[in-house]
């Protein structure tokens, strides 16, 4: 993934493929911040875990291996 825009907060801002945010999207739930440029938000919260951290970068890999 490419980052669109400097990390400041518990937002994250990147383009990503769109087979890729459609894997993904079978798992988790997360918005597109411009189609155009295949940009998508993701956000934690103030209680995510490590383990939950682990657990997101595991399922972007996944999505990643499975392109083939």
């Known amino acids: 993934p490419e980052f669109t825009q400097e ?3 518990n937002q994250i801002f990147l383009r990503l493929p769109a087979d890729v945010a459609a894997r993904m999207r079978r798992n988790v739930h997360f918005y597109d911040w ?3 440029r295949s ?3 993701w956000v934690t919260a103030w209680d995510t875990s490590v383990e939950d951290i682990s657990a ?3 399922l972007v890999e996944r999505a990643y291996r499975e392109r083939g």
């Open 56 to 58: 997101f970068a595991d």
């Open 7 to 9: 990390v400041e907060s």
């Open 39 to 41: 940009e998508v938000r």
């Open 34 to 36: 411009d189609a155009s």
